[in-house]
């Protein structure tokens, strides 16, 4: 790597991190319900509060962009790397991922190498859950609060479509997952229950298992693929469970968008959508309602208070 990537070491027990901007990671995050987040003086605090590795503690210092996590006796330091996205970024770099020129024009490649994507193949029931419960609604102001609810007490008292749509498939999803399959077979699966689109499995794939080939094209990244002259149309349910989300297999990849942007962007896909995803939501000077977690995410990531750092456009 070279001198101002990303780098991090294992002591015993400690992982320290170095150049990965954490408020900015977490901020787009399908985990994050199961992380207990808060402020200490100077330091942004985060802890794994349920799921696997419960009880991992981290603490960021946002002016030295350094990360000191105590890894608990129930957690190994590999799964530790998943939910801190070092394995993703050790995957996504080591082969030397360039831009492609679209981007340049766009958004500051450095910015991109500050973000990494945690991710949780034992946590992958919550994952699928907080995707379905964000749909069309306020991630922070909702969905937290309707995960908190169904983590802590194991039921979500709620007349909004989004809980209803989720408890007529709960069982179904449960029974998906225990077999344990191939992500993408995996996947293909969940895309066949009603309720569960090409969008919701593409963000499945990125935030349960760290496929960074995989992103959902969400209003914010259908706006940034507008504004480069990326288009393209949507897939069937059919063709992606037909292909079992493969697009290099689909007939339909000539005119599919994600079939485009993954062949543009390869395995930067789920990280410039994440990037994309954040800036976005963020570019306005105005606020919106925010609650806790947002503001304190917001207030320890330069890149989320000044979005202009990164977009150039």
């Known amino acids: 790597m070279e001198n101002n990537d990303p780098s991090w070491r294992?002591?015993?027990k400690t992982i320290v991190v170095k150049g990965i901007d954490y408020p900015l990671s977490l901020y787009h995050l399908y985990l994050l319900p199961l992380l207990s987040i808060r402020r200490e003086h100077r330091w942004f605090v985060f802890e794994k509060t349920h799921g696997a590795c419960k009880g991992l503690l981290c603490k960021y210092d946002k002016e030295a962009l350094e990360l000191r996590c105590t890894i608990p006796d129930t957690c190994t330091p590999n799964y530790a790397?998943?939910?801190?996205?070092?394995?993703?970024?050790?995957?996504?770099?080591?082969?030397?991922?360039?831009?492609?020129?679209?981007?340049r024009s766009s958004i500051l490649f450095d910015c991109i190498k500050k973000i990494t994507i945690?991710?949780?193949?034992?946590d992958k029931y919550y994952v699928i859950t907080a995707i379905i419960l964000s749909k069309n609604t306020d991630y922070y102001i909702n969905t937290l609060r309707w995960m908190n609810?169904?983590?802590?007490?194991?039921v979500v008292i709620s007349r909004s479509y989004q809980v209803k749509q989720f408890l007529k498939i709960k069982q179904r999803i449960k029974k998906i997952l225990s077999?344990?399959?191939?992500?993408?077979?995996?996947?293909?699966e969940l895309l066949s229950l009603k309720g569960i689109g090409v969008k919701s499995v593409q963000a499945y794939l990125l935030h349960a298992y760290g496929l960074t080939r995989y992103a959902p094209i969400d209003?914010?990244?259908?706006?940034?693929?507008?504004?480069?002259?990326?288009?393209?149309r949507l897939p069937s349910k059919k063709l992606c469970i037909d292909s079992r989300l493969n697009c290099s297999r689909c007939r339909y990849s000539g005119e599919c968008i994600y079939a485009q942007v993954q062949r543009l962007f390869g395995d930067l896909t789920g990280i410039i959508q994440s990037i994309i995803y954040c800036l976005f939501r963020t570019k306005n000077t105005i606020r919106r309602r925010e609650n806790r977690v947002e503001d304190t995410l917001r207030n320890f990531s330069e890149y989320l208070e000044h979005p202009s750092l990164c977009l150039r456009i």
């Open 149 to 154: 609810e169904l983590i802590n007490k194991g």
């Open 118 to 122: 945690p991710f949780s193949p034992q």
């Open 10 to 12: 294992v002591d015993d």
């Open 219 to 232: 209003r914010y990244f259908s706006e940034y693929l507008r504004l480069l002259g990326i288009k393209g």
């Open 81 to 103: 790397f998943h939910l801190l996205g070092i394995t993703t970024y050790k995957r996504v770099w080591r082969r030397r991922s360039h831009a492609p020129n679209v981007l």
């Open 179 to 188: 077999r344990d399959k191939e992500p993408l077979i995996e996947a293909a």
